[in-house]
């Protein structure tokens, strides 16, 4: 003869009841944790960046396209690659050398004779072509601006 089996419900781990005994125990298992989030909110608060995230949030497609808008002005792209040129330089740099080179620097100022000794270095030389070519360039803009200026005052 069969014996009957008593009926259980499967309750799976993360039932309702489940988390809400983990919510209950939360406070108490990181005490810490909840208080540092609460110190952290309360000073999001006072500094009003609370405020400033939620006027950003709701106004959503319109921060957006101000941001897209500026990113994508001439000058915006051509300053986004001048970084990303030096800072590819920049990444050649030895540190070490740089720092040696700050701290030296510190002392009596070099005599003329050995800044002209220094100039005549192959690697002086091709740093001082670079300078020269960038003023040339920051010049050419330069007299292209105050072009532009002299005109739209002519025109005023």
Request: without cysteine; negative net charge.
């Amino acid at each position: 003869m069969a014996i009957a089996v008593d009926f259980r419900k499967y309750a799976p781990e993360d039932s309702r009841g489940d988390l809400v005994r983990r919510i209950e125990d939360a406070p108490v298992e990181h005490a810490q944790a909840v208080l540092a989030a609460y110190d952290l909110l309360e000073r999001l608060h006072e500094k009003g960046i609370l405020d400033l995230l939620i006027g950003l949030l709701s106004a959503g497609d319109t921060v957006v396209n101000q941001v897209v808008n500026a990113v994508s002005t001439p000058e915006a792209v051509a300053a986004l690659r001048a970084g990303l040129i030096f800072g590819g330089l920049l990444k050649s740099v030895d540190a070490n050398r740089l720092h040696e080179i700050f701290a030296e620097s510190g002392g009596q100022p070099p005599s003329l004779l050995s800044l002209a000794r220094q100039a005549g270095s192959e690697n002086s030389r091709r740093g001082l072509a670079l300078v020269f070519k960038l003023l040339d360039l920051f010049g050419e803009a330069l007299k292209e601006s105050q072009l532009a200026d002299v005109a739209t005052k002519k025109a005023q």
